[in-house]
């Protein structure tokens, strides 16, 4: 399950969307610095309207969506690196998950104290990179010391050397190990550093409810500083999300016209941290159950089976495989196979996004 971890300075809204988007969750939002203390942990299934249709077409007894585990982390104070506030706490919550979401404040209010006694988005965004990056060199430079010892005619090791010594001037200099583009096999030889500057970013510019379709000023220092990341924006309003779940569910989507947006700020988060990650949704559908799972981008047919199970991967065979789009012209599978639309893949077939799938397999 893809886990995403909320962060961000105190009151910023970080609590107030994690409640919104978890709807059931028990994170407390107030008005003061800390309110989260233990990381609050809620699972919500990923919105996709191609789940209903077919489990209609399939008659399905369930429907099971894929789901996404968000974490609200504790909020950041300077120093955090160094053990401020919660930072070491902070600090290895954020080891654990896959994507960040960095909420940022963009919204003017006198009845919500900021910790730094003013709105800045390009402040507030470089006191909690600066404390990754320290936290991250910290840990470069202590790796560095006992990898040049090792590295003499390891050339595994010396290509982490030689990695590290890559990031280390950048890191230096506050940035994010992001920043610095690596080949596939230099990511694979840092990768269980854990760099916090190293995971994907979204930064989430949370605005009043005025400002959800048009944005801002603010907005724009947070794109600025993202475009030069390759980092994502996704412009939200926690206000709009706390409103939107005491709202019946057949009235949320006029709600949400009437401020001018096409969608909630959970479907947009996870769409951003779906492509973020390069992840796809395929589907497997029948009278038992209709499921969306989750893959990579790339992977092959028998990696999609096994997660599902790794006996579907170890006993592929092959799988029958229709677009999501052609099963739905055709009504329903035997017409899509009539229509010569349903296709034998082999072990080399990439999945597409919105393949429906059936895996024939040995045990």
Same mark, same amino acid.
């Given at each position: ?36 203390? *233990?990381?609050n942990v809620g699972v919500v299934a990923v ?6 249709? %077919? ?7 369930? /429907? ?5 585990? #968000?974490?609200?982390? =504790? ?18 919550? /954020? ?5 960040? !979401? ?9 009845? @919500?104290?900021? !910790? ?8 507030? /965004?470089?006191? /909690? ?14 790796? %560095? *010391? ?24 950048? +890191? ?9 583009? %690596?080949?596939?096999?230099? =990511?694979? &030889?840092?990768?269980?550093?854990? +760099? ?5 970013? @979204? ?13 801002? $000023?603010?907005? *724009?220092?947070?794109?600025?500083? =993202?475009? $030069?990341?390759?980092?994502?924006? !996704?412009? @939200? ?7 939107l779940i005491e709202l019946p569910e057949a ?9 001018? !947006? ?7 988060? @996870?769409? $951003? ?9 395929? #589907? ?16 092959? &047919? ?9 006996? #579907? ?44 799938? %059936? #895996?024939?397999?040995?045990?």
């Amino acid at each position: 399950m893809l886990r995403a971890g909320i962060v961000g300075l105190p009151n910023v809204g970080k609590s107030t969307l994690f409640n919104a988007l978890v709807a059931n969750a028990k994170a407390q939002a107030a008005n003061f610095p800390f309110c989260t203390i *233990e990381p609050n942990v809620g699972v919500v299934a990923v919105p996709d309207e191609r789940l209903a249709t %077919l489990a209609q077409i399939s008659s399905s007894d369930d /429907i099971v969506p894929a789901r996404v585990e #968000f974490v609200d982390i =504790a909020g950041l104070v300077a120093g955090a690196s160094k053990g401020e506030g919660l930072g070491n706490q902070f600090l290895a919550n /954020i080891r654990e998950v896959d994507a960040i !979401v960095h909420v940022v404040r963009c919204f003017e209010s006198d009845d @919500i104290i900021h !910790v730094a006694g003013s709105v800045d988005p390009s402040r507030d /965004i470089e006191v /909690i990179n600066l404390e990754l990056a320290l936290s991250d060199l910290a840990q470069i430079e202590r790796r %560095l *010391e006992r990898a040049k010892k090792q590295a003499r005619g390891n050339k595994e090791i010396q290509l982490e050397v030689d990695v590290l010594e890559k990031l280390l001037p950048v +890191l230096n200099e506050g940035q994010p190990a992001r920043v610095v583009p %690596l080949e596939d096999e230099e =990511a694979e &030889a840092i990768k269980t550093l854990g +760099l916090l500057t190293s995971k994907p970013i @979204i930064y989430a510019a949370n605005v009043s409810e005025d400002d959800l379709a048009s944005g801002n $000023a603010q907005v *724009e220092q947070v794109r600025a500083i =993202a475009a $030069a990341e390759n980092a994502q924006v !996704v412009v @939200i309003s926690a206000q709009v999300e706390s409103e939107l779940i005491e709202l019946p569910e057949a009235d949320r989507q006029d709600f949400l016209d009437s401020l001018g !947006v096409t969608e909630g700020g959970l479907k947009s988060l @996870i769409r $951003a941290t779906y492509e973020l990650l390069g992840l796809r949704t395929y #589907f497997t559908t029948g009278p038992k159950e209709t499921r969306a799972w989750t893959i990579h981008a790339g992977m092959s &047919a028998p990696q999609a089976a096994g997660v599902i199970h790794t006996d #579907f991967e170890r006993g592929f065979i092959r799988a029958e495989t229709v677009s999501y789009e052609d099963l739905v012209a055709n009504g329903s599978m035997s017409s899509a196979k009539d229509s010569g639309l349903v296709r034998s893949e082999g072990k080399d077939y990439v999945v597409q996004e919105g393949d429906v799938m %059936l #895996f024939r397999f040995n045990v």
